[in-house]
């Protein structure tokens, strides 16, 4: 777990303040196969964002990154 998901969970409610989201499961499909979580974050300061995301608002970064976790 990332610190960045770590400080999300502690701060509940700062999210919709700063503009991150945390990462969002994919819906069950209903056929046993697993879900996957994706996960859209800010390389350089860890903040994550949401998919359409172009510049990180916390720290004005253009780089953002996915990973998909199963």
Do not use: K, Q, W
Request: charged fraction near 25%.
């Amino acid at each position: 777990m990332s610190l960045s998901t770590l400080l999300s969970e502690l701060f509940t409610g700062s999210e919709s303040e700063s503009g991150t989201e945390s990462p969002a499961p994919a819906p069950d499909r209903g056929d046993g196969a697993r879900s996957v979580t994706v996960l859209h974050e800010c390389r350089d300061c860890g903040t994550n964002v949401s998919a359409d995301t172009v510049r990180c608002p916390a720290c004005e970064s253009e780089d953002i990154v996915t990973y998909s976790i199963d």
